[in-house]
């Protein structure tokens, strides 16, 4: 129908229920310096009653049911009126010129779909700015700081996170939508697909949102234990964009501390080689580190979180690895 044609944007945030988070984003969503938008939000039930905040022509709630963040981005899809689809989670927010940054970039660039960095909000706590700096540096996030702070320039990526990332809804629906059978990790796998079709995607580092990392350690160590146990599934299934060695590191990190460790009872030589690298490891991540806070206790906390989030991530990477099939559960 011609209504999906209307210029403009369809904004889709899958969520649970109504939270504190999204009562933080929605004066955002309505304040954003653009004309023609709506906001989709997709809880399992309705809430009653609706809070006043939510209540604006622009803002539509559609009730779900208890179905994952993917299937729900696929049922917004289906009742987008607008000719481009923007994915958003329910902890981030976005900047005023979001959809203006947006509407120049496709013009400009005309690709299929459009990334943007999603940064810690400027007033979140201490835990949080210290997972995000894991996430920032190039030791802790291997290269993939663009995803969390803007870069100089911007350029074209195979695979891209959906908190911050808008289609064109005919090129959504010319793959099908999101693969429901991935969760986490659907955004990977509907990059592939969006790839494969022959459409390209682009990496815009002034289309900004702000997104909240973990509040908590164990929050923080249970996240990066499900990225890293998805992409080592999809390390083996979808070589193209997940077999790359930045992924396989943190298991190659893993598994050299333990071999050198018992290789040292052979012959203590072993135990100094291991001493040493490991010291380097830890000066690169301390200069990193302190590269971007100049907090001494957030610098402090974040090490151990780097080391920890490594170990964790690359013992969840080879149990996906080796993993048949993997079943994604509902949180």
Known sequence: PAVCHMTGFSIIIPVKGINDYLRESIPH?????YQDYEVLILPNEEPSPLESAFVDERVKIIPTGAVSPA???DMGAEQAKFEYLAFMDDDAYPSLE??????KTFTEKNPA???GPGMV???????EVVSGIFYETLVGG???AYRYRPVPEGFYVKDYPSVNLIIRKDAFMEIGGFDNAFWPGEDTKLCLDLIQAGHEIWYEPTLLVYHHRRPTYRGHFKQVAGYGLHRGHFAKIFPQTSALPLYFAPSTFLLGNIILFFLGFANPLFWQVWGVLLAVYLLLAIIDILSRTRDLWIAGMTLPVLVGSHLVYGWRFIQGYLTPQLVSKLR
Request: no cysteine; hydrophobic share 50%.
């Open 71 to 73: 299937v729900k981005r």
């Open 121 to 127: 909000p400027p007033d979140a706590s201490k835990k």
């Open 113 to 115: 779909a459009l990334g």
């Open 98 to 103: 979001w959809l203006k940054v947006a509407e």
């Open 29 to 33: 969503l309505l304040a954003l310096d």
């Open 142 to 144: 291997g290269g993939l």
